[in-house]
């Protein structure tokens, strides 16, 4: 069965510091990929997605991801963290024509 | 553009009492996702309405949960009747196809607590 696993439940890290989340899929095609972001009391919001060609997505807010296919991830990176990164952070992937499986996310705490 | 709407943002009932949460599509889309989030199972996808027809409902917990879609811009979700584990947090997103790759808009939830 499609399962995502995000292995960092919460991650702290100083503002201006580099950033990485974790994310591993299981999924036995090519699989879509999605980062969203949920920031305290929103709604979620893409941050980026992976169908097919470069392996390294850029997206929004200066946030980009790499799709290692031998890895089965799709780590999600930023290099210097700003204090409103603070928020929790989802990675998903689609399964069939619609359904979007999602990781338990990983809260992201920033230090001033 | 408006996004997706939801209403109420939060809701506090007493167990046994019906609750309906409401949403509003962002315009043009025509698929429409309903969510619940909660700290335990994360987020669960509870049903999908394509063109205003429901495609997959196996998400919705029991019959105490039901879902319309009565036009194209609109939706409810009912709850009768609550009981204090459906408190969580639910999201309506939609979408302009029935596609893995368009993205789903979130909408901003509903707080539901009930006591």
């Known amino acids: 069965a499609q399962s995502v696993t995000q292995p960092d439940i919460h991650i702290t890290v100083s503002e201006g510091a580099s950033l990485e989340l974790r994310c591993n899929y299981s999924y036995g095609a090519t699989p879509y990929l999605f980062w969203y972001v949920q920031s305290p009391g929103q709604g979620l919001q893409l941050l980026l997605k992976y169908f097919s060609g470069d392996t390294l997505v850029q997206g929004i807010k200066g946030f980009e991801a790499e799709f290692k296919r031998s890895q089965s991830s799709f780590n999600l990176r930023k290099p210097s963290v700003h204090w409103s990164d603070a928020a929790e952070y989802f990675c998903a992937v689609a399964s069939g024509t619609y359904k979007y499986i999602f990781g338990t996310g990983t809260r992201l705490k920033v230090l001033a | 553009d408006a996004g997706v709407i939801q209403s109420p943002r939060h809701e506090v009932t007493e167990m046994g009492q019906e609750v309906t949460l409401r949403c509003k599509l962002i315009s043009g889309h025509n698929s429409l996702f309903w969510y619940r989030q909660t700290m335990m199972r994360g987020l669960e996808l509870l049903i999908y309405f394509n063109n205003n027809v429901p495609i997959d409902d196996s998400g919705m917990p029991e019959d105490r949960f039901s879902a319309k879609m009565p036009n194209a811009s609109f939706s409810t979700l009912k709850i009768q009747p609550s009981e204090p584990r459906d408190s969580a947090v639910y999201f309506c997103?939609?979408?302009?196809?029935?596609?893995?790759?368009?993205?789903?808009?979130f909408g901003p939830g509903t707080r539901l607590t009930v006591l």
């Open positions: 997103a939609s979408t302009t196809a029935m596609s893995s790759y368009n993205e789903q808009f």
